[in-house]
């Protein structure tokens, strides 16, 4: 779980949304060369940076309101290339955000928004490899075994992790099918600061819809 304390701010309500969307998404380039005996990490960044699609669906409960939300957030890649939408609710944050190529749309309060990535408050998002994806908020993470278990229906093998990153510390755990080495789940707590403010943050987020031809992001004007 991720957690996030923000004053009641639209600017630090975006940071954060962007925070979360940037530790479950953002599969914009090809997959990076591996060792010839990659270590688990490096399978499961194989695994999401040649997935087709998948879904996220989190939750995040914080301190106050502004952390405490739900968020959907489905990628699916076309080539090297990947479109993704993601959709935060909550009672001190609603918004829709939807990124595709050189392009980011945001949907606070009424009509979409798009704007160059290079203008864009979100534009640093397009630029994560997909080793940024197990790198909470830009820090290096160590995955360590600690046991299995089934999550609806699904047996799960089980990693401990901790983190040192730009902004603060998290740790949690993230949880893998064995054999595909697709996440199942991540659960991971944050402290860190952002802009100025201190923030705490817990967010548990399930992974479905690997490959799900059916998989795609609602139409958004201008994308």
């Given at each position: 779980?991720?957690?996030?304390?923000?004053?009641?701010?639209?600017?630090?309500k975006l940071?954060?949304?962007?925070?979360?969307?940037?530790?479950?998404?953002?599969?914009?380039?090809?997959?990076?060369?591996?060792?010839?005996?990659?270590?688990?990490?490096?399978?499961?960044?194989?695994?999401?940076?040649?997935?087709?699609?998948?879904?996220?669906?989190?939750?995040?409960?914080?301190?106050?309101?502004?952390?405490?939300?739900?968020?959907?957030?489905?990628?699916?890649?076309?080539?090297?290339?990947?479109?993704?939408?993601?959709?935060?609710?909550?009672?001190?944050?609603?918004?829709?955000?939807?990124?595709?190529?050189?392009?980011?749309?945001?949907?606070?309060?009424?009509?979409?928004?798009?704007?160059?990535?290079?203008?864009?408050?979100?534009?640093?998002?397009?630029?994560?490899?997909?080793?940024?994806?197990?790198?909470?908020?830009?820090?290096?993470?160590?995955?360590?075994?600690?046991?299995s278990k089934?999550?609806?229906?699904?047996?799960?093998?089980?990693?401990?992790?901790?983190?040192?990153?730009?902004?603060?510390?998290?740790?949690?755990?993230?949880?893998?099918?064995?054999?595909?080495?697709?996440?199942?789940?991540?659960?991971?707590?944050?402290?860190?600061g952002i802009?100025?403010?201190?923030?705490?943050?817990?967010?548990?987020?399930?992974?479905?819809?690997?490959?799900?031809?059916?998989?795609?992001?609602?139409?958004?004007?201008?994308?």
């Amino acid at each position: 779980m991720t957690t996030y304390h923000v004053r009641h701010n639209p600017f630090r309500k975006l940071t954060m949304a962007a925070g979360t969307l940037a530790l479950v998404g953002g599969l914009s380039v090809a997959p990076t060369a591996q060792a010839a005996s990659p270590s688990i990490d490096q399978q499961i960044l194989n695994t999401l940076s040649t997935a087709h699609s998948y879904e996220v669906v989190l939750d995040s409960k914080g301190s106050d309101a502004t952390s405490t939300f739900h968020a959907d957030v489905i990628t699916v890649r076309h080539g090297n290339a990947a479109q993704t939408y993601a959709k935060f609710t909550g009672a001190a944050l609603s918004m829709q955000l939807a990124m595709s190529g050189n392009k980011i749309c945001v949907n606070v309060v009424g009509p979409w928004t798009c704007t160059p990535a290079a203008s864009s408050p979100f534009g640093s998002l397009l630029k994560f490899t997909p080793a940024d994806l197990l790198k909470p908020l830009g820090g290096q993470l160590k995955l360590t075994p600690i046991g299995s278990k089934t999550i609806a229906g699904h047996h799960a093998a089980g990693y401990s992790f901790t983190a040192a990153t730009s902004v603060g510390a998290s740790k949690g755990t993230l949880w893998v099918d064995p054999a595909t080495k697709r996440v199942i789940e991540l659960d991971t707590t944050v402290n860190a600061g952002i802009m100025g403010q201190t923030t705490t943050a817990s967010i548990k987020a399930l992974v479905t819809h690997w490959n799900d031809p059916k998989l795609a992001i609602p139409s958004v004007p201008g994308l």
